[in-house]
């Protein structure tokens, strides 16, 4: 190296550690240090070290505000360097720690919880951890700042993740998200808790909440033992079962014992073989409800009339059917005088009304007749016959996925469905919005 290049990297190694030394924020990444991707592994892992070895050292003795460590990508650091650099930065005062260790291979890291232990978890309001142990005891203190809590594969038990909800008085919201070693996840009585979102902790038997305020509940995977004590509170409320089927019949009998007063409903069932039930019961505070499902033969979507009718104050209702291939009687195969009435029943508070994946199935456009006749409140109806993602939002430009040929001749037949049962039946103030494969992407031929 010429003295010249000396100098200039010498110039750039100080400027570069003088501006690390002057944040009170630090995310440290290959992109962050500015390391060469295209360099082997363990060039990049032995910068990486070095640069932080370097930050950290001249920062000795100033405080820090947000610790991110991302470095998920950097598989061959040692974890007692990730050790090191925790105990010299997490110190009083600290609000943010952010962690995603290397991603495991051989072993785990085990996120040292003495860390929270020297009053350093006396100020920390946001702990984000990913991929590591974490085993907290009795003695870890209290985190009375804390008031988030993210967990993504953290390996941690029910038992001690209740050691540690209960030195955490202040927590406002706790996500899990795969960690699978949780049977039973137990809130305690935390007065300022208002969010739970639980997504697929396959191990999970029972989820219980004694938190008298907790506002919102988001739940996807196995369903389980859930009890949320009665809360009066809850008022969004998203159940999203992916492996069990009649998650729409269970939402109809058991919301109301878990949030009789909630606001926003979303449910979504893989498969429903069962009808939903028409029950005494009434969601009398619900705004907007959300269904998902994939249709099978079995069921006739007529029978959601159960929700409408349980729900005088309802506003929104979208509902999301995701078929292959239509499995249902169309209603193209039979006389028009055949469609089932319902009695009289009025909503006077629906105003939308989205039905993605509408096909010709005749219990679908019965369910459809049936909102347009009672419903005097209705601004706007949407069919979209179609339930993928438009080009006009996916990233590569293109719809995602791409319907195959007999997905594009049952759209044809939607349509004809659509002009010959429903449009006719749209009041002159009712928006019809009528949705069809995008033709930028597919080949649409017209039915003769």
Not at 324 to 335: K, R, T
């Amino acid at each position: 190296m010429t003295l010249r290049d000396a100098a200039r990297a010498a110039c750039a190694s100080h400027t570069f550690r003088h501006s690390w030394i002057c944040r009170p924020n630090l995310t440290f990444s290959p992109e962050t240090l500015g390391l060469n991707r295209n360099t082997s592994t363990n060039v990049i892992t032995r910068d990486l070290i070095s640069k932080i070895d370097q930050i950290l050292q001249s920062r000795s003795g100033m405080g820090v505000k947000t610790l991110n460590f991302d470095l998920l990508c950097c598989d061959n650091i040692d974890f007692s360097y990730l050790d090191s650099w925790l105990h010299i930065a997490v110190t009083p005062g600290i609000e943010e720690l952010i962690l995603s260790p290397p991603l495991p291979t051989i072993s785990v890291y085990n996120f040292p919880c003495s860390l929270l232990s020297n009053g350093s978890g006396n100020s920390i309001q946001y702990l984000d951890l990913c991929h590591c142990i974490l085993r907290p005891t009795d003695g870890l203190g209290c985190l009375r700042s804390l008031t988030r809590l993210r967990m993504f594969c953290v390996r941690i038990t029910g038992d001690e993740l209740w050691c540690l909800l209960s030195n955490c008085s202040a927590l406002l919201s706790l996500e899990l998200r795969y960690c699978k070693e949780i049977i039973s996840l137990k809130i305690p009585s935390l007065q300022r808790f208002r969010l739970l979102d639980v997504v697929l902790c396959d191990s999970l038997q029972v989820v219980e909440s004694n938190a008298p305020n907790l506002s919102s509940f988001y739940y996807s995977g196995i369903l389980c033992q859930i009890s949320l004590g009665g809360s009066l509170q809850v008022k969004t409320l998203c159940m999203r079962c992916l492996y069990q089927a009649n998650i729409v019949r269970y939402a109809r009998h058991s919301i109301l014992s878990l949030a009789p007063n909630v606001e926003t409903l979303t449910i979504a069932s893989p498969s429903e073989t069962v009808n939903t039930p028409m029950l005494s019961g009434k969601f009398l505070h619900l705004k907007h409800l959300e269904i998902s499902l994939v249709g099978t033969a079995a069921y006739d979507y007529l029978s959601l009339v159960s929700f409408l009718e349980a729900s005088p104050h309802l506003e929104k209702f979208e509902l999301s059917i995701r078929q292959h291939h239509m499995e249902h009687d169309s209603i193209l195969g039979g006389p028009s005088h055949d469609l089932r009435q319902i009695l009289e029943q009025r909503y006077d508070k629906l105003k939308n009304v989205k039905i993605s994946g509408f096909c010709s199935s005749k219990s679908l456009v019965e369910l459809t007749c049936h909102i347009l006749e009672n419903t005097t409140s209705l601004d706007c109806l949407t069919l979209d016959t179609t339930w993928y993602l438009r080009c006009s939002v996916t990233k590569s430009g293109k719809c995602y996925p791409l319907m195959d040929r007999d997905s594009l001749v049952e759209a044809q037949k939607t349509l004809l469905a659509i002009r010959r049962y429903v449009v006719g039946k749209v009041p002159s103030m009712v928006k019809l919005n009528i949705l069809e494969p995008c033709s930028r992407c597919h080949t649409i031929e017209p039915l003769v």
